[in-house]
């Protein structure tokens, strides 16, 4: 695919984001990623290369080419571009799913994930469940309870979640539950799963 891209760069042809979104969508819909030519990586340096103005559209098209390929260095990049636009370009949902997902898999996923959160919460802008099901479930992986609990305490926050507390990100709190009950060694009495346990558990800390 990049060779009738490069055939048409070689013809005067800037690339602009119908291309690049064309090139990110063929992407993701490979069966064999690792031996695409397109991927998130390559066509993030075009981007930069060519200063192509992506388009939310774009981006988040870009940002599920990133998903696929297991790539949150370029997750962070494109977002990092994107924020900045973020005044004049408004982001789905969904985007922020998929890019927690992604950054997910950068060597400092936690950090960049929670760097987003507060970019939401700066800016009063709620959230779907399943995005702070993969933040808490991320805290669970890498073991840091207080990121945990400034999770919990956004959701907790009228207003912050968009939609149902689903069941998903109940069976999260769950998980973080259990994981503040071992490392405190104080197991619950309650067997009911209950809210306020949950929530109580949550904002013991760790010693």
């Not at 994107?82 to 060597?107: C, M, R, T, W």
Request: charge should be positive; include cysteine; proline fraction near 4%.
């Amino acid at each position: 695919m990049l060779a009738v891209y490069n055939a048409l760069l070689q013809k005067g042809v800037s690339p602009d984001t119908e291309v690049v979104a064309y090139l990110a969508q063929v992407f993701v819909a490979s069966k064999d990623p690792p031996h695409s030519d397109c991927t998130p990586a390559r066509l993030w340096k075009e981007v930069e290369r060519w200063k192509v103005a992506p388009n939310a559209w774009c981006y988040g098209v870009l940002l599920r080419a990133c998903l696929k390929a297991k790539d949150g260095v370029t997750a962070e990049r494109l977002w990092q571009h994107a924020k900045d636009k973020a005044e004049k370009i408004i982001f789905g949902d969904s985007f922020f799913v998929n890019l927690v997902q992604a950054l997910s898999d950068h060597p400092k996923g936690l950090e960049e994930a929670l760097n987003v959160l507060a970019w939401l919460k700066k800016r009063g802008m709620s959230a779907l469940p399943q995005f702070y099901s993969v933040l808490l479930s991320l805290c669970k992986q890498k073991g840091r309870l207080e990121e945990g609990k400034i999770v919990h305490e956004r959701i907790s926050t009228k207003g912050a979640v968009n939609g149902r507390v689903d069941e998903k990100l109940y069976s999260s709190l769950i998980d973080m539950t259990r994981t503040a009950w071992e490392a405190r060694q104080r197991p619950c009495a309650c067997s009911t799963r209950c809210p306020n346990c949950i929530a109580q558990s949550l904002s013991l800390g760790t010693r």
